[in-house]
């Protein structure tokens, strides 16, 4: 009986297509320069989390150990192991943006959205993530990342607005 290999039953076609245009920007010997892209195509496909079960079939897919999957994941703020809200907000809070106000920014948050760092509102529509070591705009602080999207110079006016925009 011929077996249905993981990456086939976990990742959809159009999700194996879009993992085939990053293979095909790599020689074979680099192929595992594709996993980030792939772990952000597995992730949007699963709202916005990976499972082990996605980790183990983008490394199939792509010809890896799973642990490069799995260290990958679990060492960059931009995946997420865990359920997380529609929305993730990153607030930077390196010492650059601290010394510009991210403090009252991350409290403002918290208190506006009654949640901490690393949790979700309970509506599911807003994850704090954990602290965010540097967002690499810091002439530029304080900011955020909203789903991607980058918002600086922020005072708690700005937070609102942003906050007030998320579905």
Not at 20 to 32: A, I, N, T, V, Y
Not at 142 to 147: A, G, H, I, L, T
């Amino acid at each position: 009986m011929n077996e249905q290999r993981l990456s086939e039953r976990v990742l959809t076609q159009e999700q194996r297509k879009q993992i085939d245009h990053w293979l095909s920007k790599f020689p074979q010997e680099g192929k595992r320069s594709a996993l980030i892209p792939a772990l952000h195509i597995a992730q949007d496909g699963n709202g916005g989390y990976l499972t082990n079960e996605l980790m183990d079939a983008v490394a199939e897919y792509i010809g890896i150990e799973p642990t490069w999957a799995y260290e990958a994941a679990t060492f960059y703020s931009m995946f997420d192991t865990q359920p997380v809200g529609r929305h993730k907000v990153n607030i930077c809070t390196n010492i650059a943006c601290m010394l510009m106000g991210s403090d009252d920014i991350v409290a403002h948050c918290e208190k506006r959205l009654g949640i901490k760092l690393g949790e979700t509102t309970a509506d599911n529509r807003i994850t704090l993530k954990i602290e965010e070591e540097c967002l690499a705009g810091c002439a530029f602080g304080p900011m955020m990342v909203v789903d991607g999207h980058y918002h600086t110079q922020l005072t708690p006016e700005k937070v609102d607005e942003i906050l007030d925009n998320l579905e």
